[in-house]
């Protein structure tokens, strides 16, 4: 069963960088079967694509965010990870990782990691 | 780079059919066969319930449908229960990126 799980701090100060990971199990990142998503909810609000990455390290985003946003991977851990910079309470939200087929058709999602950005 | 326009709710009873229609553009819905449809419950991760634009994930009932024509994408569920109560998102391949829809909050009635 393939298994997504988010982990980092819950709260960042504004202007800080938030930093999560996503560890995946039950499948292999270096398959290079997937892509590896960052997707966000605002409370209340709607979703947003971040950006994917795949195995080999290349990197998609969001047009919106480009610039602050930075996916990586690493396949040794089997894990993905998200950094956002200069963050602002807009910044606030669930933010999920999940398995993409690579054209934004995700399969498996994490729970979910809310991270709120407040001083 | 404007998100998918999808009606912010619909309605319906038990066992009736509803459509949630998804309208972009030819640089996404109407340019590529690769649009998603995600139910959410409230406090969960999303779920895939349609991928490029008619197929169903396994597991997924056969009363969840979906069809494109030119940049409008719909998802139709037949047959509604109680269950099926919850936000629908659409999503759609655009170019190296991918765009989702606003959501929209189905009540069964």
């Known amino acids: 069963q393939v298994q997504l799980q988010e982990s980092g701090p819950g709260l960042v100060k504004p202007s800080q960088t938030l930093s999560l990971t996503c560890t995946v199990s039950?499948?292999?990142?270096?398959?290079?079967?997937?892509?590896w998503s960052w997707i966000r909810q605002p409370p209340g609000k709607g979703l947003e694509w971040i950006g994917y990455?795949?195995?080999?390290?290349?990197?998609y985003y969001n047009p919106s965010l480009k610039g602050r946003v930075t996916i990586s991977v690493d396949t040794s851990k089997n894990q993905f990870s998200l950094k956002v910079s200069s963050v602002t309470a807009a910044d606030t939200a669930v933010y999920y990782c999940a398995r993409d087929g690579s054209h934004g058709d995700n399969d498996y999602w994490g729970q979910g990691n809310l991270v709120t950005v407040s001083s | 780079q404007s998100a998918l326009t999808q009606p912010a709710s619909v309605s319906g009873s038990p066992g009736q059919s509803i459509t949630i229609s998804c309208t972009g553009t030819s640089s996404d819905v109407g340019g590529y066969n690769h649009v998603s449809w995600y139910q959410q419950h409230p406090g969960k991760a999303p779920k895939l319930m349609i991928y490029d634009v008619s197929n169903r994930p396994s597991g997924i009932s056969n009363r969840f449908s979906g069809s494109k024509s030119a940049n409008t994408a719909s998802l139709t569920i037949s047959g509604l229960q109680a269950d099926d109560e919850a936000d629908y998102y659409c999503?759609?391949?655009?170019?190296?990126?991918?765009?989702f829809g606003g959501g929209t909050k189905l009540t069964v009635l």
């Open positions: 039950g499948d292999s990142i270096s398959s290079g079967n997937h892509y």
């Open positions: 990455t795949y195995y080999s390290g290349i990197t």
């Open positions: 999503s759609s391949y655009a170019t190296s990126w991918v765009v």
